[in-house]
């Protein structure tokens, strides 16, 4: 059995309500803003994220099992479409 060290386990726990903390903002921003869709997508892949942290600090190593390499790498693309599609919104980025 993998030993895992207390601030091993602890940071990921505060990781955890971390990204937790950030889902319920954009979930606040979704209701608040109206941007329901997007804000929403966003706010339940930090949730999940957050929940891979809290998995992390059972398992000892985000890379394993297998599952939570897959589960974090799943989170990290939906981020970046997000972050494209946002990106596109906006146009394109002056440079002064």
């Not at 957050?50 to 297998?66: F, K, M, V």
Request: hydrophobic share 55%; glycine share 8%.
């Amino acid at each position: 059995m993998l030993s895992i060290s207390d601030f091993f386990a602890d940071s990921n726990y505060f990781e955890c309500c971390f990204w937790i903390a950030i889902g319920i903002g954009f979930a606040i921003a979704a209701v608040a803003k109206g941007r329901r869709r997007k804000c929403l997508v966003t706010a339940v892949t930090f949730v999940f994220f957050g929940l891979s942290d809290y998995a992390e600090a059972q398992t000892g190593a985000w890379w394993r099992p297998w599952w939570l390499l897959m589960w974090k790498a799943g989170c990290l693309l939906v981020f970046l479409v997000q972050l494209m599609a946002y990106r596109k919104s906006k146009g394109p980025v002056p440079f002064n």
